[in-house]
């Protein structure tokens, strides 16, 4: 039986499109670079760019009643099209290599301000040098 699956878009991997935490993948596992489904508004047809993992943040899982403070959410990357410079944030598979995950993150810290604020502006949180220990903690087991 053949699994289904895609070419990475950027590294050329085969990618089967179910892995543990997830039966709809859109990312590669080695490289985290996905391929843009979204609709262009403006011309009514799907983009089709390169989606380049820029960071990593915490999914937004409201807050603790005990505590008062947010509850800690699974850890998301967050990609930018190349072509139309959409943002998304999807959920990391179990599969996901946690080089290629500490790599998007050691990368994201070096981020020009303008992303930063852009990526605020849209209530994305970028995870920064405070989070790295959760991030490791929450890393799938494949270093």
């Given at each position: 039986?053949?699994?289904e ?8 991997a085969f ?5 543990l ?8 596992p080695?490289?985290l670079?996905?391929?843009h489904?979204?609709k ?7 983009c ?5 993992p ?7 899982e409201?807050?603790?009643k005990?505590?008062?403070k ?6 998301m ?5 190349i072509?139309c410079?959409?943002?998304s944030i999807n ?7 946690s ?5 998007v993150f ?5 981020m ?6 852009q ?5 994305i ?6 989070d790295e220990?959760?991030i ?5 087991p494949?270093l």
């Open positions: 039986m053949k699994k699956g895609f070419q990475c878009i950027h590294c050329h990618v089967i499109l179910e892995a935490g997830t039966k709809h993948r859109n990312h590669c080695n490289c670079w996905s391929k489904r979204g262009l508004e403006e011309l009514k047809e799907f089709g760019g390169a989606m380049i820029i960071g990593l943040t915490f999914k937004k409201g807050i603790n005990y505590t008062g947010p509850k800690q959410g699974e850890l990357v967050i990609h930018q099209c072509k410079k959409n943002i959920r990391l598979a179990g599969d996901d290599q080089k290629a995950v500490m790599k050691k990368s994201s810290l070096n020009s301000e303008s992303l930063r604020k990526l605020k502006r849209e209530g949180d970028i995870l920064t040098e405070k220990e959760e490791k903690r929450q890393l799938p494949n």
